[in-house]
């Protein structure tokens, strides 16, 4: 059964970097895509961007500029970094794996698998 | 960027009630369409992908159907379990989520 589990810490400062992880168990990183989504308290979700495994990556335009996303295979880790924080970016951040399948010749995209989410505060 | 907009926002229905969710891509997304269910606190889970197939292990009172901008979302008669929170999310251009449809009982 695959797991999710994002980590990192929970309070960061304005105008810091935060950096979270997620683990991957019972599945192998390979083949997959690897994504964050986040949530500020009472509102929808936001794709923030994903890793492919073979690193290869693809990020929301809005937050283009401020995201990294990085994946280590050989320890069934990928990672986020968001830089410049501020208060708009406190959230729960999940953790996400996607996947491509193919139907009539077109390859169809969802997200099957979510970390339990962590949240992020932002504040001094 | 492709803007997703569900109606309605939230809605009330009783258990057993047949409800149906539109969402509404600014253009068309072919069937890049995926269905999530979020309860409180939780993680969503995915229902529906390719805009109308049932993830494993969703009972099929769940289904969705559409293409080009126009989508739904239909259950069947509602569970108690079904009272959540209802997201459209493409995957044609990058990925954008629709702000969402609370679904209340009546």
């Known amino acids: 059964q695959v797991q999710l589990q994002e980590s990192g810490p929970g309070l960061v400062k304005p105008s810091e970097t935060l950096s979270l992880t997620c683990t991957v168990s019972g599945a192998s990183v390979s083949g997959y895509y690897w994504s964050w989504i986040r949530q500020p308290p009472g509102k929808g979700l936001e794709w923030i961007g994903y890793?492919?495994?073979?690193?290869?990556?693809n990020y929301n335009p809005s937050l283009k500029s401020r995201v990294t996303i990085s994946v280590d295979t050989s320890r069934s880790q990928f990672s986020l970094k968001l830089s410049s924080v501020t208060a708009a970016d406190t959230a729960v951040y999940y953790c996400?794996?996607?996947?491509?399948?193919?139907?009539?010749?077109?390859?169809?995209?969802?997200?099957?698998?979510w970390g339990k989410g962590t949240t992020v505060t932002v504040s001094s | 960027d492709i803007q997703m907009t569900q109606s309605p926002s939230s809605l009330s229905a009783s258990v057993g009630d047949r409800v149906t969710i539109t969402c509404r891509a600014s253009?068309?997304?072919?069937?890049?369409l995926n269905w999530y269910q979020q309860k409180p606190g939780k993680a969503p889970k995915l229902l529906i992908y390719?805009?109308?197939s049932l993830q494993s292990g969703v009972p099929s009172r769940f289904s969705g159907s559409g293409s080009g901008t126009d989508f739904t979302l239909t259950i069947n008669s509602l569970q108690p379990e079904d009272f959540a929170t209802y997201y459209c999310?493409?995957?044609?251009?990058?990925?954008?989520f629709g702000q969402g449809t609370r679904l209340e009982i009546k």
């Open positions: 890793i492919y495994y073979t690193g290869s990556t």
């Open positions: 253009q068309s997304i072919s069937s890049y």
């Open positions: 999310q493409q995957s044609y251009s990058t990925f954008t």
């Open positions: 390719a805009a109308s």
């Open positions: 996400a794996r996607g996947l491509t399948t193919e139907m009539n010749g077109s390859y169809y995209y969802y997200i099957d698998v």
